[in-house]
């Protein structure tokens, strides 16, 4: 049963049936209002109100939501937790990032020494680098004295040459790893010391504005 918009009221108050009965307000395609104590089917999941006895909104209920629509809630939902884990990981490195240091003096010694420590490495590469193509020079003068004189070429000759070659590749990609690293750690502490220097700004501005706040309270 559905009954007109104007005669809502009358038939609340002359209607026992209709007072005690749930009544329901909805829309229909054409944007005309209706009530009824029973929604047509092609209503029932879009959008309507639920009133009690005197005509009053009790209980909204929002159109059932489309398939697109639920997609689209869980991509939101999905973004949402991740920017919430980015966040939360953020004050993470902050909490971490005080308590490990006190001044930026602090972050600097940690980042040269680190810096030091990686030079180190790639001075022992460059070493054993320089050291195995004296080493290939060497034994290639040797190859060209002893073909000079009609001799025949020792096979481990050749194969120290290929091994120290082999050595002059394997450290030179030590080499770049290091240097690779040594790079990474220049902008890790320079983040770092940035991040430091902004945390320490935005305590001071919570001490001061705390001790304005004491002083007004005097």
């Known amino acids: 049963m559905r009954i007109g918009l104007l005669t809502l009221s009358i038939v609340l108050l002359m209607s026992p049936?209709?007072?005690q009965a749930k009544l329901y307000k909805w829309v229909d395609d054409k944007g005309r209002?209706?009530?009824?104590?029973?929604?047509?089917?092609?209503?029932?999941?879009?959008?309507?109100?639920e009133l009690n006895e005197g005509g009053v909104v009790v209980k909204h209920n929002d159109a059932a939501k489309t398939r697109e629509q639920k997609i689209e809630e869980k991509r939101l939902e999905k973004e949402r937790k991740k920017i919430a884990l980015v966040e939360k990981r953020a004050k993470q490195r902050d909490r971490v990032l005080l308590d490990t240091y006190t001044t930026m003096r602090d972050l600097i010694v940690a980042r040269d020494a680190r810096l030091d420590a990686v030079d180190s490495q790639i001075?022992?590469?460059?070493?054993?680098?320089?050291?195995?193509?004296?080493?290939?020079?060497?034994?290639?003068?040797?190859?060209?004295?002893?073909?000079?004189?009609?001799?025949?070429?020792?096979?481990?000759?050749?194969?120290?040459?290929?091994?120290?070659?082999?050595?002059?590749?394997v450290q030179s990609k030590v080499k770049d790893g290091h240097i690779k690293?040594?790079?990474?750690?220049?902008?890790?502490?320079?983040?770092?010391?940035?991040?430091?220097?902004?945390?320490?700004?935005?305590q001071k501005?919570?001490?001061?504005?705390l001790a304005r706040k004491r002083d007004e309270l005097l």
Do not use: C, M, W
């Open 205 to 209: 501005e919570k001490r001061e504005r």
């Open 123 to 169: 001075q022992l590469a460059e070493t054993i680098i320089s050291d195995s193509n004296t080493n290939i020079a060497s034994l290639e003068r040797q190859v060209i004295q002893i073909k000079a004189s009609n001799r025949e070429v020792p096979g481990d000759v050749y194969q120290r040459i290929d091994s120290e070659k082999q050595q002059v590749k």
């Open 17 to 19: 049936l209709a007072a």
């Open 181 to 202: 690293r040594r790079d990474e750690i220049s902008v890790q502490f320079n983040g770092y010391i940035e991040r430091f220097n902004a945390l320490k700004a935005e």
């Open 33 to 49: 209002v209706h009530f009824g104590d029973r929604i047509p089917y092609k209503y029932q999941l879009k959008a309507h109100d």
